[in-house]
């Protein structure tokens, strides 16, 4: 790791190698995972005796009757699995990608890797990740919450023709992409409070100072390497912005299937993301730049 | 950590297949349904439905009665069939089909109500007149408070309308007036209720009764402000609707106005008292000048 070059691709290509080689680093990327999909397939089976006893009467009046019925259990499954995805972030992923950050720390010093005790570490931490993950939720609330200003001022845009209605088209076709964009930056503007947190036992207020103040020269690398990673979730993001409740309703397993492989998707790139950050965290540790 | 590699998704799997095991609920059949639906629907649509596909599709259902013989979606069953079969225009079997719905599942007031229609518009098709009108009074004499039941006295009196039958429409509208004035006031606050004054107001709609729609308009929004049926889309649509009333044909439009204020302080903290307040502005203009009444729904 000692010879590793600076450089989006150089970054990306050591994170995927150390990745390929001891695939023990993947394995809380595994447990999130199973995490999901058991979420995922609770919802699923909400709708179905014995568990439409309990989210029955949830499902009838949050969303109506209809919704406890095949296919409409699917609009469901997705708003409900979409609705916890901000929990699932903050209160449940921080926990495996400290695991990660201190699996790839303990990999790179050559030290037996002990799940019980990495997962101990990361316990003990616990607090400051979730409180690192409400920050970063918060940025990106607030970005998109200006995005949404700027969407909302384009749809009183009524012109059918010309550079008003070109604007107008532009930024209603770019928001989900401009939301993803918007999460890279953010990913990237606190990509070191983890590590920070984890390997060096800093407390939350510490861990975003120092992100900002000794690591804040790398924010132009690691953007560039959440983006040119996350560019495998473009696809899935083109496909959700087509998707309409009708397509859902034709096809209703093709969606559930959809959004299983888009977990699945977002964990693997969440997996290069973190390891690429840690990589450059122990980096700078061992070889100042 | 190997073992897990295999036993977690293993505890996926055997998560959903349990769960799929013990699920007594009609989901599957639900399912099948629908596939089946889909089918149906899609050539339907297209006016591209074969005799072949028909009895295919007629078939399938049938296999689905033999499979689930005890379930509470067999009147569905037999009504999907019976549009089957009305869609091919084979009138006589599918209001065999409807009926077996009728007399098998009795207690099933909705869908013998749905079922019922059915077997009225069949008539309406072969455009046997006294048989559809019978029907549609069955009904309304078996089931009134059912969605079907309610809708049909105004469906009637328009039915009798389109072929011209001047005189039955006439009667049909006013036993419509008796028949939603009296749902309306045996069902006070309930969603019966609120649906037949919401019918009573169409009926005079369409007689064009300006006034005596408005007022139960007004009628409605006193009485069922505040709650569960009166969302916020139905209140605009409402509102637009006495305010179209009231200044095109009435020529009132202080009339929409008073009715707000009036409104506004029977109920001072409605949340919807806001929007009353602006279209109580928005009308003082239009009072001034001319200008278009705005949609709020």
Redesign the interface.
Known sequence: MKNLQIGIWSLLKAAIDILLTNP?IL?PI??LG?IQ??LL?IIY?S??????EFFGPVIVRSAGPAFL???YNYLILLKWFHGLEIFIAILISCIFYGAVVLIISLINSGKPVS?KKVFQQVFSSYIHLVTAMILAAMFFKGLTFLHGLIFKKALFIRSSVGIYFLIKNTVIISAPYLQWLLACFVTALLAFVVPIIMLEQKKIITAVKLNFTDYGRFFGLILGVIIVSGFLYLPIIYLQSIQTNEMIL?DPEMSGLFLALSILMMLFITAIQYTAITLCYLLTKEEPL | ?KIS?VL??A??FF??VF?SA????E?VL??KM?KIQ?QFTVEAQYGILSKEKSEYLTTMYRNLIQQYPKSGLLPQIYIRIGQIYAVNKDFEKARTSYSEALQRFPQQKDLCSEALLDIGLTYEKENKVAMALETYRQVVKNYPLTDVGLNMPLYIANYCHRLNKDVEAQNAFQEAEGFYRNTAQENPNSSKGFNALRFLSVTYLDQEKWDDAVKIFEKILLEYIPSPYLDSKTTGSMVYLINVVSIEKLKKPGQPIAFYQMLIEKHPGYPLNKFFKDVIVTLQGLKNRKGIIPRYN
């Open positions: 023990i394995y595994f447990l199973f999909l058991l397939e089976f709708v179905r005796n014995p568990m439409s019925h095949y296919p799940l034709n | 950590m590699l977690l998704p505890l996926l998560i959903f769960f013990i699920d007594r609920s989901y639900e399912k629908w889909q």
